[in-house]
């Protein structure tokens, strides 16, 4: 059964540091997503992506991140210069389209902690 | 704006007792509801969903009824399973984002 892939699992990065969080989303799903999980907190939308373009963006969504498709198959989330508070657990989703009735499918997620 | 509340946890059961968690959402217009569980060290995983009022959708033994009247999703499973321990997640879609409930922690023991 084809799934979303993440790397890595657990990234350690010092404050001020810039982080590139991979996925691999379902090979023809053509919506893309990022959320995240403050630890004890409630999984929060990030942005998502459509035809190399971001459709939609939360407020956490600032100019420290960015999201690419740098080719064919990865979909990639980056932190330009981390502060603590952007510890989290960072899912990775996709969908086949970008209906409200689509299911988004997860991945395994990328524990991101900055020091 | 829309939202999900869940019932607190953890929720902790014999095996074979019955699961309620309860999931009532705030919405305008008709969004999706489904509800995610998340195992030990796993991702987010799709239990089940319904796209309508009065649908049901069923998995694995859970089921959920969308109820448009009481804004509900409520979960259930008739046995539980010390397997079942887990996170659950209620969720709805708002455009093309989930907004998710804030989970349940379920604990099964034999």
């Known amino acids: 059964e084809p799934e979303v892939t993440q790397t890595p699992s657990h990234q350690v990065t010092q404050m001020g540091q810039e982080v590139i969080l991979r996925c691999v989303p379902i090979?023809?799903?053509?919506?893309f997503y990022w959320y995240r999980q403050i630890l004890g907190q409630k999984v929060e939308f990030l942005v998502s992506?459509?035809?190399?373009?971001?459709?939609?963006k939360s407020e956490i969504f600032d100019d420290q991140f960015s999201v690419e498709r740098p080719d064919g198959s990865n979909f990639t989330l980056k932190i330009r210069s981390t502060k603590l508070e952007d510890s989290a657990m960072y899912f990775c989703a996709s969908s086949e389209a970008g209906l409200s009735t689509d299911t988004q499918y997860f991945g395994p997620g990328t524990r991101l902690t900055v020091l | 704006g829309n939202s999900v509340t869940q019932m607190e946890g953890p929720v902790t059961l014999s095996e074979e007792a019955f699961l309620t968690i309860n999931c009532t959402y705030t919405a305008t217009g008709y969004p999706s509801l489904f509800w995610y569980v998340q195992y030990p060290g796993e991702g987010l995983q799709l239990l089940l969903k319904a796209t309508k009022a009065d649908d049901k959708g069923s998995n694995k033994g859970f089921e959920a009824t969308y109820r448009k009247e009481t804004t509900s999703f409520h979960l259930e499973k008739g046995s539980v399973q010390v397997s079942d321990s887990a996170v659950y997640f209620c969720a709805l879609s708002e455009s093309r984002k989930l907004i998710f409930g804030a989970g349940t922690r379920l604990a099964v023991h034999p």
């Open positions: 992506f459509y035809n190399n373009e971001i459709s939609e």
């Open positions: 090979s023809n799903h053509l919506y």
